[in-house]
């Protein structure tokens, strides 16, 4: 199972840009990267999947390096409403054995 | 479209007795899961239904939990008894594709054992 790895915490500005990097140095070849959110008394949101180079959507952008042993999710603009907790899972698309293991995540504080 | 839902959404109870949680997830996602996310951590996997089967329960503790999804849909999870170690806040999750998701969480049942 690939384990991944990121930082316990970070702290930003609002306005800045955010990037977190996640090491998953034994990926799989048919593992995605999925990145989720999770606020205070909530369940996990996802935000973001992909599989290689760069995934951007309405909320985030996702780099791929060419090796795939990590990812990058950026937030762009981030504000005070970002603070929260990103999880980054690797995992078989439609692999009926994965287990979809989440570290203890990297907690975001957005400061004014 | 409706979310997981979930109740009750907090659940006090004393040592040694009984709980049961209940999951409905988002109409048409064939896999449930169960997760247990203690303070500070990450959710952890406690198993894994396609439709009415259960895929992947080699997280469940089966002395004293279990959980059923009758019929493909709705998911209860009991602890029998429970321990004080057992305060964490019980998360569901469904998903159309059962191997990267994307998972949609309900918000969770907060379980305290006094």
């Known amino acids: 199972l690939a384990k991944t790895t990121q930082p316990i915490s970070m702290d930003s500005y609002e306005g800045q840009e955010v990037n977190i990097t996640c090491s998953h140095n034994?990926?799989?070849?048919?593992?995605?990267i999925t990145w989720y959110q999770q606020f205070p008394s909530q369940g996990p949101r996802f935000i973001i999947q992909g599989y290689k180079t760069k995934v951007t959507n309405e909320v985030a952008s996702l780099f791929i390096p060419a090796d795939r042993k990590s990812s990058t999710l950026s937030l762009p603009r981030v504000s005070l409403s970002d603070t929260a907790v990103y999880y980054c899972?690797?995992?078989?698309?439609?692999?009926?054995?994965?287990?979809?293991?989440f570290g203890t995540g990297t907690l975001l504080a957005v400061q004014p | 479209e409706a979310g997981v839902v979930q109740s009750p959404r907090y659940k006090i109870i004393e040592k040694k007795q009984p709980v049961a949680f209940w999951c409905n997830p988002i109409s048409g996602h064939n896999t449930l899961y169960w997760y247990r996310q203690n303070l500070g951590q990450g959710p952890e996997l406690l198993i894994r239904y396609e439709n009415e089967e259960a895929v992947d329960d080699s997280q469940l503790p089966k002395d004293r939990f279990s959980a059923e999804r009758l019929k493909g849909v709705d998911s209860t999870l009991k602890i029998q008894p429970a321990e004080l170690g057992d305060s964490a806040v019980y998360l569901c999750a469904s998903s159309l594709d059962p191997g990267t998701g994307p998972l949609h969480f309900g918000d969770g049942t907060r379980l305290s054992i006094l």
């Open positions: 899972l690797v995992g078989e698309k439609g692999g009926a054995t994965n287990k979809l293991i």
């Open positions: 034994n990926i799989a070849t048919n593992d995605y």
